[in-house]
């Protein structure tokens, strides 16, 4: 069986470890994960006559490789020369089209962007995840078989004759995911990864304060999941798209979707605190394993506005100072893309990064083949490019708050301003089938319809009822806001549980742009709540670091839903996955003793 396949190995590993110990070092799995498959070369295959295609500077080809379960998975290879060892650069792809034709065209459709590892002198292989792609199978189930086909076919390349003893890790998003999710098994040979925007913990993709993330991972699951015998595309367009997301309860989502009830989507859906179940192998526990794992050099980049930002800063705090030491860190200020866009609508100075691959990645892989310092990024550092920005910068460990405070009250005449009023209450109503609707997101995918790109303008203050509008006075001098945000707002509710939503955003030029938000229930922060009752809500989002320039301000808007980001509260206490009727609630928000924390630097003096 695959196990036992897997526990031969271990025990093969474990009988071969003397001699390996003679070739070099030997990196110990962390103590909570289960060694799947040796890092032992297979015997070279027979010298076949290959037939290669040139393109993407190098000389590719397509191998099927079989999979202890009888799957295939496809490889798109391409080597700087015919013959020859090099070291190996990997990518696991769950996004391109199969093909009847393995041509040129095609080819380099699928590995566009590994022209830079081959002319540096590196093999690309580019893996079509099961189900993806041309590797066959009955259905495409996310995070499911990828690490162990990752560790299958990385035991592959150790057989082939191109193979130098050196692989290194790449990719994108879901493909920066998989890029680390196979280093909780020994990977004596992985010298590094490089993770763009990468994809982390379960939960955290999922959920916030208990909130499904319907931007982020509603959009992507409902799109491309397929269970057997589903066409994702036709489930998605029956049940009208994000439309989906505004029906009650939540766990008849897959059975509206698929015609029944689905594993996967029932298991997130009945989880919404991170718990036992996020650590079961069905929600891919093995990724902190990986994470834990983690012993060889690292490139991280993120964008501020990335869906993952928050994920990946999290991430890089949790390394070791001996991890940071030997990895580096990137934000820079647009969304889900490690190129960055040329229609950004701030000032763009020289954040774009159009050819990260060979500017960043190969120099940082060249540098650790060669033990030399990379010339691109500082090791044990963030380096980032405020949002509106001017100019990078670089900071020890991890980007701190400003070195000045700022408290802003939220008063009467929708303002802010830098001391309390009396106090006051604005109330408004807030109906679950008619929820209030922004149009971007910190992280959240804004709303499923903007591509990920993560910043938008957002509509007047005061847009709706059940949006409250708070603005402060323009600042007059240059600065940055820089740290995390937070808010302290005083609520109350005629319902036994509700929902609360605020996002600060900074209004450029008389255009809000969100820089960050956070949302939470009365029963998630308090347990329970009595009707009527006045109690303060603390919200934290994660940092950010934004250029003000004079005449700039910040604008606070407090509602307690937003359409198509977050899973709508139904106003009605219990498990919000299976409560088919909601409840129009009243909420008020306090004035004069609400407030918003925001940190400040001078970084330009």
Same mark, same amino acid.
């Given at each position: 069986?695959?196990?036992?396949?897997?526990?031969?190995?271990?025990?093969?590993?474990?009988?071969?470890?003397?001699?390996?110990?003679?070739?070099?070092?030997?990196?110990?799995?962390?103590?909570?994960?289960?060694?799947?498959?040796?890092?032992?070369?297979?015997?070279?295959?027979?010298?076949? *006559?290959?037939?290669?295609?040139?393109?993407?500077?190098?000389?590719?080809?397509?191998?099927?490789?079989?999979?202890?379960?009888?799957? *295939?998975?496809?490889?798109?290879?391409?080597?700087?020369?015919?013959?020859?060892?090099?070291?190996?650069?990997?990518?696991?792809?769950?996004?391109?089209?199969?093909?009847?034709?393995?041509?040129?065209?095609?080819?380099?459709?699928?590995?566009?962007?590994?022209?830079?590892?081959?002319?540096?002198?590196?093999?690309?292989?580019?893996?079509?995840?099961?189900?993806?792609?041309?590797?066959?199978?009955?259905?495409?189930?996310?995070?499911?078989?990828?690490?162990?086909?990752?560790?299958?076919?990385?035991?592959?390349?150790?057989?082939?004759?191109?193979?130098?003893?050196?692989?290194?890790?790449?990719?994108?998003?879901?493909?920066?995911?998989?890029?680390?999710?196979?280093?909780?098994?020994?990977?004596?040979?992985?010298?590094?990864?490089?993770?763009?925007?990468?994809?982390?913990?379960?939960?955290?993709?999922?959920?916030?304060?208990?909130?499904?993330?319907?931007?982020?991972?509603?959009?992507?699951?409902?799109?491309?999941?397929?269970?057997?015998?589903?066409?994702?595309?036709?489930?998605?367009?029956?049940?009208?798209?994000?439309?989906?997301?505004?029906?009650?309860?939540?766990?008849?989502?897959?059975?509206?979707?698929?015609?029944?009830?689905?594993?996967?989507?029932?298991?997130?859906?009945?989880?919404?605190?991170?718990?036992?179940?996020?650590?079961?192998?069905?929600?891919?526990?093995?990724?902190?394993?990986?994470?834990?794992?983690?012993?060889?050099?690292?490139?991280?980049?993120?964008?501020?506005?990335?869906?993952?930002?928050?994920?990946?800063?999290?991430?890089?705090?949790?390394?070791?100072?001996?991890?940071?030491?030997?990895?580096?860190?990137?934000?820079?200020?647009?969304?889900?893309?490690?190129?960055?866009?040329?229609?950004?609508?701030?000032?763009?100075?020289?954040?774009?990064?159009?050819?990260?691959?060979?500017?960043?990645?190969?120099?940082?892989?060249?540098?650790?083949?060669?033990?030399?310092?990379?010339?691109?990024?500082?090791?044990?550092?963030?380096?980032?490019?405020?949002?509106?920005? *001017?100019?990078?910068?670089?900071?020890?460990?991890?980007?701190?708050?400003?070195?000045?405070?700022?408290?802003?009250?939220?008063?009467?005449?929708?303002?802010?301003?830098?001391?309390?009023?009396?106090?006051?209450?604005?109330?408004?109503?807030?109906?679950?089938?008619?929820?209030?609707?922004?149009?971007?997101?910190?992280?959240?995918?804004?709303?499923?319809?903007?591509?990920?790109?993560?910043?938008?303008?957002?509509?007047?203050?005061?847009?709706?009822?059940?949006?409250?509008?708070?603005?402060?006075?323009?600042?007059?001098?240059?600065?940055?806001?820089?740290?995390?945000?937070?808010?302290?707002?005083?609520?109350?509710?005629?319902?036994?549980?509700?929902?609360?939503?605020?996002?600060?955003?900074?209004?450029?030029?008389?255009?809000?742009?969100?820089?960050?938000?956070?949302?939470?229930?009365?029963?998630?922060?308090?347990?329970?709540?009595?009707?009527?009752?006045?109690?303060?809500?603390?919200?934290?989002?994660?940092?950010?670091?934004?250029?003000?320039?004079?005449?700039?301000?910040?604008?606070?808007?407090?509602?307690?839903?937003?359409?198509?980001?977050?899973?709508?509260?139904?106003?009605?206490?219990?498990?919000?996955?299976?409560?088919?009727?909601?409840?129009?609630?009243?909420?008020?928000?306090?004035?004069?003793?609400?407030?918003?924390?925001?940190?400040?630097?001078?970084?330009?003096?």
């Amino acid at each position: 069986t695959r196990s036992m396949k897997k526990w031969l190995s271990a025990l093969l590993c474990a009988a071969m470890l003397l001699s390996l110990c003679a070739c070099g070092a030997v990196s110990e799995p962390a103590a909570t994960a289960e060694p799947t498959v040796a890092v032992t070369a297979a015997p070279a295959e027979e010298t076949v *006559e290959r037939e290669y295609i040139e393109c993407s500077g190098g000389y590719a080809y397509t191998e099927f490789v079989p999979m202890d379960d009888g799957a *295939e998975i496809c490889l798109l290879i391409v080597k700087p020369e015919k013959e020859g060892q090099f070291p190996t650069v990997i990518t696991q792809n769950c996004y391109q089209a199969a093909t009847e034709e393995f041509n040129a065209e095609y080819i380099e459709k699928c590995v566009s962007d590994s022209s830079a590892f081959v002319e540096a002198g590196y093999t690309f292989v580019m893996m079509q995840t099961r189900g993806t792609g041309n590797s066959p199978y009955e259905s495409f189930l996310p995070y499911i078989h990828d690490t162990d086909d990752k560790l299958e076919v990385l035991d592959w390349i150790r057989g082939q004759d191109f193979y130098d003893g050196e692989i290194f890790c790449n990719g994108l998003s879901y493909m920066g995911f998989t890029s680390m999710a196979s280093l909780y098994a020994v990977h004596d040979d992985i010298k590094a990864i490089s993770m763009q925007c990468p994809v982390s913990t379960r939960y955290d993709a999922w959920y916030q304060n208990g909130f499904v993330k319907l931007g982020l991972m509603g959009f992507w699951q409902g799109r491309f999941h397929r269970p057997v015998g589903v066409n994702p595309a036709e489930a998605w367009e029956k049940v009208g798209g994000m439309e989906l997301f505004n029906t009650f309860p939540y766990i008849n989502w897959p059975v509206e979707l698929y015609g029944e009830q689905e594993d996967y989507w029932t298991g997130i859906l009945t989880h919404p605190e991170d718990g036992d179940w996020w650590r079961t192998e069905a929600a891919g526990s093995y990724i902190y394993d990986a994470i834990a794992s983690i012993d060889v050099p690292v490139l991280l980049f993120e964008n501020f506005y990335d869906i993952f930002y928050e994920d990946s800063m999290n991430f890089w705090n949790g390394f070791s100072d001996e991890q940071k030491a030997q990895s580096a860190f990137v934000v820079s200020q647009f969304g889900h893309t490690y190129t960055g866009y040329t229609d950004w609508p701030l000032n763009i100075g020289d954040s774009l990064t159009p050819t990260y691959n060979a500017d960043y990645v190969v120099n940082f892989f060249d540098s650790v083949r060669e033990g030399t310092e990379p010339t691109k990024v500082e090791l044990g550092k963030v380096t980032y490019y405020p949002v509106d920005g *001017e100019r990078w910068y670089s900071e020890d460990t991890t980007i701190t708050n400003g070195t000045t405070e700022n408290v802003l009250y939220l008063n009467g005449g929708s303002t802010l301003g830098t001391d309390g009023e009396a106090e006051g209450a604005l109330t408004y109503v807030y109906d679950p089938t008619n929820p209030a609707l922004f149009t971007a997101s910190d992280e959240n995918g804004g709303n499923g319809s903007n591509g990920y790109r993560g910043l938008g303008a957002d509509a007047e203050p005061n847009s709706r009822q059940d949006i409250l509008s708070f603005v402060s006075a323009p600042v007059g001098e240059k600065t940055f806001v820089k740290g995390i945000l937070t808010a302290d707002v005083a609520v109350s509710s005629d319902c036994e549980d509700t929902s609360f939503i605020v996002r600060i955003d900074v209004v450029k030029n008389g255009v809000a742009y969100n820089l960050r938000e956070d949302i939470t229930s009365l029963s998630y922060q308090l347990g329970d709540y009595t009707p009527g009752e006045k109690v303060t809500l603390h919200f934290e989002t994660g940092s950010v670091v934004c250029q003000l320039n004079p005449g700039d301000y910040i604008r606070v808007d407090i509602s307690s839903s937003a359409e198509g980001m977050y899973s709508l509260h139904t106003n009605v206490k219990g498990n919000q996955w299976e409560i088919a009727e909601p409840k129009i609630a009243n909420n008020t928000v306090y004035t004069g003793i609400s407030s918003v924390t925001y940190y400040t630097e001078n970084l330009a003096a």
